[in-house]
Nanobody, 126 residues
Framework: QVQLVESGGGLVQAGGSLRLSCAAS????????MGWFRQAPGKERELVAAISRSGGSTYYADSVKGRFTISRDNAKNTVYLQMNSLKPEDTAVYYC???????????????????WGQGTQVTVSS
């Protein structure tokens, strides 16, 4: 079993940047495909970005494509989400998640993820 802890959230002005980190403990992160999700008040949780176990494949939601970058450092057991050109509509609680299946690609369905962090708040002011 793996435990996930997100950090790096906060308050930023529109156009600014934040980098979220998701630190894993309990097992090596290289065994998991990873994803970043977000949930805004009154809205459903949505996948923002995903990365394969090797880091060779990534996926981005259309709303963040070109602005966000997901990466992983398996040696540090950490996954990152670099967020640039932030917009007020990016305001949400951001969660990282891990999928333990042997699938080698990206995982885009929230129900396929097995472990979740507690979330970190990102607030973008206009």
């Amino acid at each position: 079993q793996v435990q996930l802890v997100e950090s790096g959230g906060g308050l930023v002005q529109a156009g600014g940047s934040l980098r979220l980190s998701c630190a894993a403990s309990g097992r090596t992160l290289r065994s998991y495909a990873m994803g970043w999700f977000r949930q805004a008040p009154g809205k459903e949780r949505e996948l923002v970005a995903a990365i394969s176990r090797s880091g060779g494949s990534t996926y981005y939601a259309d709303s963040v494509k070109g602005r966000f970058t997901i990466s992983r450092d398996n040696a540090k057991n950490t996954v990152y989400l670099q967020m640039n050109s932030l917009k007020p509509e990016d305001t949400a609680v951001y969660y990282c998640a891990a999928d333990q299946s042997p699938f080698i690609g990206v995982v885009t369905t929230s129900g396929d993820y097995d472990y979740w962090g507690q979330g970190t708040q990102v607030t973008v002011s206009s």
